[in-house]
C-alpha cells in the first residue's frame, strides 16, 4: 500500500518538473527580433510555439519561439488560424540562456502590420490574467 501511495506522488510531481520558469530558460539580457516565414504554429498546451525560418547570412536558420499558453493567446486575440505556413511574421523576445535557435516570443508582428502579444511571462511582460489593475495616481 505504502508503495502504491509512493508511485502516486511521484507520477504526480513529473508535470511540475516539466514546466519551467522565464528565468530558468531564457535571459531578459538578450533580446532578439526575428525576420521570418512561418514555418509551423503549434497550439498546443502548456506553451504554444511558433516555428519560424530565418534568413542568416550562412543559409536558413530555424528558430522555436515559445508564447503563451492558447488560452492567453485566445484573451490576446489570437486564433489557431491567426499564423500559417508561409506568413511573414517579426517575433520579438528572449533568447535561450543555450545559445540555442529558441526564444520565448513578447510581440509578434504579422505582415499586415498588426502586432501581438504573444504571453511572454518575461520582462516587462503585461500583468497575467487576473491581476488588479494599477492603482490610480493620487491627486
Not at 528572449?94 to 513578447?106: E, F, L, Q, W
Request: aromatic share 6%.
Amino acid at each position: 500500500m505504502l508503495s502504491v501511495a509512493a508511485a502516486g506522488c511521484l507520477l504526480a510531481v513529473f508535470p511540475a518538473l516539466a514546466h519551467h520558469s522565464f528565468a530558468a530558460e531564457y535571459d531578459a539580457n538578450r533580446p532578439v527580433t526575428l525576420n521570418g516565414v512561418v514555418k509551423k504554429f503549434d497550439w498546443v498546451n502548456p506553451h504554444s510555439w511558433i516555428i519560424i525560418d530565418v534568413q542568416e547570412a550562412n543559409g536558413i536558420a530555424t528558430w522555436e519561439c515559445e508564447t503563451g499558453a492558447p488560452s492567453i493567446l485566445r484573451r490576446r486575440g489570437w486564433k489557431p488560424s491567426t499564423l500559417k505556413p508561409g506568413d511573414e511574421v517579426t517575433v520579438s523576445g528572449y533568447g535561450a540562456k543555450d545559445g540555442s535557435h529558441t526564444m520565448n516570443a513578447r510581440v509578434v508582428k504579422t505582415a499586415d502590420g498588426r502586432q501581438i502579444l504573444a504571453g511572454s511571462a518575461g520582462p516587462g511582460a503585461p500583468p497575467g490574467e487576473g491581476a488588479p489593475p494599477d492603482k490610480p495616481e493620487a491627486k
